[in-house]
T-cell receptor, first 114, second 117 residues
Framework: AQKITQTQPGMFVQEKEAVTLDCTYD???????LFWYKQPSSGEMIFLIY??????QNATEGRYSLNFQKARKSANLVISASQLGDSAMYFCATTAQGAQKLVFGQGTRLTINP | GAVVSQHPSRVICKSGTSVKIECRSL??????MFWYRQFPKQSLMLMATSNEGSKATYEQGVEKDKFLINHASLTLSTLTVTSAHPEDSSFYICSASRAGGVNQPQHFGDGTRLSIL
């Protein structure tokens, strides 16, 4: 079965610094997707970035980039030039068994300090 | 703008009440939608996969008679928590994605906070 592990329960970063949120995954599927979502205190889930298992290049979306290391089965999220509004829970997720349903990690609570 | 709408955003009701939550895809047809449950300070746990025109697929340990799912159209799935009790209090959130396989991101509704007194 698919599994996502996020080993950082909480991260504290100074504003404008870059931050890396760790994510490792375990799957036996040759084709899978990796996703990062942001969940503010209001509860909604905001899609940030996607990486496909066959993608050769790391995904980037604005200030977000995904450091994809397939051999190590890691998909870390990098946020550059952090902002106060980046404070939230961040979830890494993967698709399971060729289906669109998501398996989530435990999440990392990111706090940006002014 | 939002591509998935979920309603209501918050429900407070007495024990024994049945509560219906709606999830709508706004600008695309969704043959499949997903329902998740999230307890405070925890991650999202998939409850069931809602399939348009057929029965939902429930995850292990989820009571299908307790959590009724109906997906009668390509843009609407409903979750009914039947005879809700305090232990059913939680954050329920739905998602849907455009067709295209595993590389399509799930778009989530804003969630429903259910509180059973």
């Amino acid at each position: 079965a698919q599994k996502i592990t996020q080993t950082q329960p909480g991260m504290f970063v100074q504003e404008k610094e870059a931050v890396t949120l760790d994510c490792t995954y375990d799957t036996s599927d040759p084709s899978y997707g990796l996703f990062w979502y942001k969940q503010p205190s209001s509860g909604e889930m905001i899609f940030l970035i996607y990486q496909g298992s066959y993608d050769q290049q790391n995904a980037t979306e604005g200030r977000y980039s995904l450091n994809f290391q397939k051999a190590r089965k890691s998909a870390n999220l990098v946020i550059s030039a952090s902002q106060l509004g980046d404070s939230a829970m961040y979830f890494c997720a993967t698709t399971a068994q060729g289906a669109q349903k998501l398996v989530f990690g435990q999440g990392t609570r990111l706090t940006i300090n002014p | 703008g939002a591509v998935v709408s979920q309603h209501p955003s918050r429900v407070i009701c007495k024990s024994g009440t049945s509560v219906k939550i709606e999830c709508r895809s706004l600008d695309f047809q969704a043959t499949t939608m997903f329902w998740y449950r999230q307890f405070p300070k925890q991650s999202l746990m998939l409850m069931a996969t809602s399939n348009e025109g057929s029965k939902a697929t429930y995850e292990q340990g989820v009571e299908k008679d307790k959590f009724l799912i109906n997906h009668a159209s390509l843009t609407l799935s409903t979750l009914t928590v039947t005879s809700a009790h305090p232990e059913d209090s939680s954050f329920y959130i739905c998602s849907a994605s455009r067709a295209g396989g595993v590389n399509q991101p799930q778009h989530f509704g804003d969630g429903t906070r259910l509180s059973i007194l």
